[in-house]
């Protein structure tokens, strides 16, 4: 069975310093999506960043980058510069054919 | 473009009777899925549609279901309803690389 594992629950940050996010998953496929998912307080989801895995180079959007190690089944989510708009609970996806694999979430705060 | 709208954004619905909750994707956007939230179960997948026809189905039992119209837009069915059917509701729609999320619908079954 396919499993996204985020072992951190709640992280804090101060604003422009840069956090790490970690991630880990399991699937037996070789060919798969990744996505780095953010739900601030109003509840929307935004699709942060993807990574497909047959790319070696790690996707960047902005001051969003991951770290994808594909043999270690990690996938972890850099945020530089960070921003106080940046606090909300963030999700780790695995895409399994059209179905969204979902890790717990970590909370990030960013402190001014 | 628009986004994925979802009405109503809040209902509230008393055991034993059924809900029906709405999805508009994202203009051109084929395949739409529903995911249920949950602060103890977290965001689980109940199932995708594309082109009308259900692709994928998550583990839920048979009192969800779902239905996609021809203009891609997309409805939910909860019959029955439980305390534990309390959730957040998201419908998320996608061309194939990434869904994008709609707002919710905020259910509360007393």
């Known amino acids: 069975a396919q499993t996204v594992t985020q072992s951190q629950p709640e992280m804090s940050v101060q604003e422009a310093e840069t956090v790490t996010l970690s991630c880990t998953y399991d699937?037996?496929?070789?060919?798969?999506?990744l996505f780095w998912y953010k739900q601030p307080p109003s509840r929307q989801m935004i699709l942060v960043i993807r990574?497909?895995?047959?790319?070696?180079q790690n996707a960047t959007e902005n001051r969003f980058s991951v770290n994808f190690q594909k043999a270690a089944k990690s996938f972890s989510l850099k945020i530089s510069d960070s921003q106080l708009g940046d606090t909300a609970m963030y999700f780790c996806?695995?895409?399994?054919?059209?179905?969204?694999?979902f890790g717990q979430g970590t909370e990030l705060s960013v402190k001014p | 473009k628009a986004g994925v709208t979802q009405t109503p954004r809040y209902l509230i619905k008393t055991r034993g009777q059924q809900v029906t909750l709405s999805c508009s994707p994202i203009?051109?956007?084929?395949?739409v899925s529903w995911y249920q939230q949950t602060p103890g179960q977290g965001l689980q997948f109940l199932f995708e549609?594309?082109?009308?026809?259900?692709?994928n189905k998550g583990n839920f039992p048979g009192r969800f279901s779902g239905r996609q119209f021809s203009n891609s837009r997309s409805e939910m069915n909860v019959s029955t309803l439980e305390l534990g059917d309390s959730a957040l509701y998201l419908c998320?729609?996608?061309?194939?690389?990434?869904?994008?999320f709609g707002p919710g619908t905020r259910l509360t079954v007393l």
């Open positions: 998320a729609s996608s061309l194939g690389l990434g869904q994008y």
């Open positions: 699937t037996s496929e070789s060919n798969y999506y």
């Open positions: 990574q497909e895995a047959y790319k070696q």
């Open positions: 996806a695995l895409d399994q054919g059209g179905k969204l694999i």
């Open positions: 203009s051109g956007h084929r395949s």
């Open positions: 549609y594309f082109s009308e026809t259900q692709r």
